[in-house]
């Protein structure tokens, strides 16, 4: 049975907020999370041999905004990737030294294509398509059979799960603007124990979220028409894109998910998304802004099993240049499954963490003011405890 049909609709952003709240504040320390701690390959708070401390890093400084000098040196975060600091207080690790040689060279991570827009990106592709003779019109007959259910592979390829760079090297593709607020977001998750994620407070995820390790909790639901095709997923909240095909954005207020549209090369699906919503990546990542752009392309192998996406990412007021991934989609089941179920995600949690007077997240119990009982009528709570304080009720049945 795939993990989508184990998933209940609270428990992950629950597990999420439960792993902030409870997590041992050592040492001030900041940050939990989900999955294994494979980047924190280290466990002291001595430098590595032959490594020198800056004079003043994350770990130390009093006011990261004057330390920009050093924050492009892996040495300000420790050697930590962003993933390692975000799982500093589950590892009780703080301040400890991460692996100074893990890292990915930028060329992994910055686009290898010419183009400097996404329109740009998206024409080309679409001048390749009619020069093929298309852009290919498929009617139910002969539209690929993608339906069905897939899981994303090649972990290690994924910085944007920033698990396999250096958080220096993050903030190097960044612009000075965004860099900072990424240093913004380093600091107070690790310094100040405010991580402030996304699922804890059932903010909306946000579009970057979708590539992000933690965003699908089980496999993508993968349902095709002639006009559109349709992804749907989630873990603390739902994921549902959908890229209309052969059509423009129209869009005039941006969205969560942004807007999308693509054409058919043959087999192969081109996806163009825009009019995005600005927010941020989280857990020790970036933030993005409402010029976030993309292009998709998804190429089926030769036995249909697997589905290679290509993305690149252009966002001129956040990349100092196009970024880019790789994910393979392996099929796992079809759409006739007997077992397999998407399950939808009320994110519920508002009512159990909260920033409390010190700015951190705090856990709510039962006793707290603003604390929703989501299961005991919580509509009829309140009105009981603020229109029919000492009523006569009859007894119940």
């Given at each position: 049975?795939?993990?989508?049909?184990?998933?209940?609709?609270?428990?992950?952003?629950?597990?999420?907020?439960?792993a902030i709240s409870l997590a041992p504040a050592v040492h001030a320390q900041g940050g939990g999370g989900l999955g294994p701690a494979a980047d924190a390959t280290r466990s002291s708070v001595n430098p590595p041999p032959g490594v020198t401390p800056l004079p003043v890093d994350i770990f130390t400084s009093k006011n990261f905004y004057l330390d920009e000098k050093f924050w492009l040196d892996k040495r300000y975060q420790r050697c930590n990737t962003p993933r390692a600091l975000t799982d500093m207080v589950r590892d009780q690790r703080f301040g400890n030294w991460g692996d100074c040689n893990l890292d990915r060279d930028v060329s992994k991570i910055a686009s290898p294509y010419p183009y400097k827009t996404a329109a740009e990106h998206y024409a080309a592709l679409m001048a390749e398509a009619v020069k093929a003779g298309g852009p290919t019109k498929h009617t139910r007959a002969t539209l690929p059979n993608w339906d069905g259910r897939y899981r994303r592979l090649a972990r290690e390829e994924q910085?944007?799960?920033?698990?396999?760079?250096?958080?220096?090297?993050?903030?190097?593709?960044?612009?000075?603007?965004?860099?900072?607020?990424?240093?913004?977001?380093?600091?107070?998750?690790?310094?100040?124990?405010?991580?402030?994620?996304?699922?804890?407070?059932?903010?909306?995820?946000?579009?970057?979220?979708?590539?992000?390790?933690?965003?699908?909790?089980?496999?993508?639901?993968v349902l095709m028409t002639p006009n559109q095709v349709q992804f749907v997923s989630g873990i603390a909240d739902n994921f549902l894109r959908k890229i209309l095909i052969g059509q423009k954005h129209i869009q005039r207020v941006p969205q969560w998910y942004g807007e999308t549209?693509?054409?058919?090369?043959?087999?192969?699906?081109?996806?163009?998304?825009?009019n995005v919503q600005a927010w941020t990546l989280t857990h020790s990542m970036f933030e993005y802004s409402a010029k976030m752009q993309t292009i998709e392309t998804f190429t089926p192998s030769a036995d249909g099993k697997i589905i290679t996406v290509d993305t690149t990412f252009y966002d001129p007021d956040a990349f100092t240049r196009?970024?880019?991934?790789?994910?393979?989609?392996?099929?796992?089941?079809?759409?006739?499954?007997p077992e397999a179920r998407f399950t939808f995600v009320e994110c519920r949690v508002q009512s159990t963490i909260v920033n409390g007077p010190d700015g951190k997240p705090t856990q709510l119990t039962f006793a707290d003011p603003g604390y929703v009982d989501y299961f005991g009528r919580p509509w009829a709570q309140n009105w009981e405890e603020h229109f029919e304080q000492g009523w006569q009720k009859p007894e119940t049945k």
């Open positions: 049975m795939g993990l989508a049909r184990t998933v209940v609709s609270i428990s992950a952003a629950a597990l999420l907020a439960a910085w944007i799960w920033g698990r396999n760079l250096q958080t220096a090297t993050m903030l190097s593709l960044l612009t000075p603007e965004y860099r900072k607020r990424m240093v913004q977001q380093n600091y107070h998750e690790v310094v100040n124990n405010s991580p402030q994620w996304n699922a804890s407070f059932c903010y909306p995820e946000g579009f970057m979220r979708w590539w992000a390790e933690a965003a699908l909790g089980g496999d993508i639901e549209v693509g054409f058919w090369n043959g087999n192969t699906l081109v996806a163009w998304t825009a196009p970024l880019h991934a790789v994910t393979p989609w392996e099929f796992r089941s079809g759409l006739d499954d």
